[in-house]
């Protein structure tokens, strides 16, 4: 089991940027692929991007390619999500995700474990 905790998220201005991070604890981070979601008030739950057990492959959402980077540090325990040109489409609570998988899932289902999520506001 893996219990996760995401820091790093606030109020920026559109264009501005935001890194946020996942700190894990328990079993040993690296058996896990990594995802982050986000949700809007009144939406559903949406994947965001994830990585791979060692970080070598990662898939991101159409909506957020080329402006938001995952990456991750194994020896830290740590996921994070580098996000740039912020826009207010981008305001949500950000949730990060721990998966078995071999290779990073693009769906919730495929995610057991969860962090409690941080607020993240674009505004315009």
């Known amino acids: 089991q893996v219990q996760l905790v995401e820091t790093g998220g606030g109020l920026v201005q559109a264009g501005g940027s935001l890194r946020l991070s996942c700190a894990a604890s328990?079993?040993?981070?690296?058996?896990?692929?990594m995802g982050w979601f986000r949700q809007a008030p009144g939406l559903q739950r949406e994947f965001v991007a994830a990585?791979?057990?060692?970080?070598?492959?990662?898939r991101y959402a159409d909506s957020v390619k080329g402006r938001f980077t995952i990456s991750r540090d194994n020896a830290k325990y740590t996921v994070y999500l580098h996000m740039l040109s912020l826009e207010p489409e981008d305001t949500a609570v950000y949730y990060c995700?721990?998966?078995?998988?071999?290779?990073?899932?693009?769906?919730?289902?495929?995610?057991?474990?969860w962090g409690q999520g941080t607020q993240v506001t674009v505004s315009s």
């Open positions: 990585i791979s057990r060692g970080g070598g492959s990662s």
């Open positions: 328990g079993r040993t981070f690296s058996s896990y692929a």
């Open positions: 995700a721990a998966s078995t998988r071999p290779l990073p899932p693009t769906t919730a289902q495929d995610y057991a474990y």
